[in-house]
């Protein structure tokens, strides 16, 4: 667990250093913790439904999930990735040799594909910022995961699973959450598979 020491921070602050953080780490240690991330993602399938999951495109310096989303494809597994419109995200059916093409924020989407539901899913892999030992996200303030996401306040426990990947550097000891916010089931980081609650 990282130290984070002093006053509490502002969301704001909190993610430009943790970006910051995130972004130093040596291209050799990203290598290495990819594929550990990537082992904890498997593992975490094997604990949990996972037939219909929806994961993210790296972008900004995050796990780059691309090697184990192509391997989950290739064993059956229903992909999905999210598509971002307007303020709304849903997410739509990828496979490896799908086309992809930017959007706003210079995150590849696919393209085609069969769109679905946020609450269809079984499983969602989430990119974040930040995460904290209570499950607690910090994300890149957009709102996106917390807005699709909504109904799982009257949902707890239930599918999709929502658990975070990251690098163990992004962990801190508490954020600031605000009523909005969704919090994680779990995260896998290099170091494995954590379990909140």
Not at 89 to 108: A, E, K, S, T, Y
Request: negative net charge.
């Amino acid at each position: 667990m990282s130290s984070e020491n002093g006053p509490p921070r502002s969301k704001a602050e909190l993610r430009q250093h943790l970006i910051e953080r995130r972004r130093t780490l040596p291209p050799t240690v990203r290598r290495s913790s990819d594929v550990a991330i990537a082992q904890g993602v498997a593992q975490l399938c094997g604990q949990t439904r996972c037939q219909r999951l929806a994961a993210f495109v790296a972008h900004g310096g995050e796990p780059d999930l691309m090697p184990a989303l192509a391997n989950f494809h290739e064993i059956g597994h229903e992909v999905f990735l999210p598509v971002v419109r307007d303020r709304h995200m849903h997410f739509r059916r990828w496979q490896p040799d799908d086309d992809m093409v930017p959007n706003q924020f210079g995150i590849p989407e696919p393209v085609d594909g069969e769109s679905v539901e946020p609450m269809a899913l079984e499983l969602v892999l989430l990119p974040l910022v930040g995460f904290a030992p209570d499950g607690a996200r910090l994300g890149m303030g957009a709102g996106f995961y917390d807005r699709a996401f909504a109904f799982r306040r009257e949902r707890i426990g239930r599918l999709p699973r929502l658990v975070g990947v990251a690098y163990s550097v992004q962990e801190v000891n508490a954020l600031p959450i605000d009523d909005w916010d969704i919090p994680l089931d779990g995260v896998v980081t290099e170091r494995g598979l954590q379990w909140f609650k």
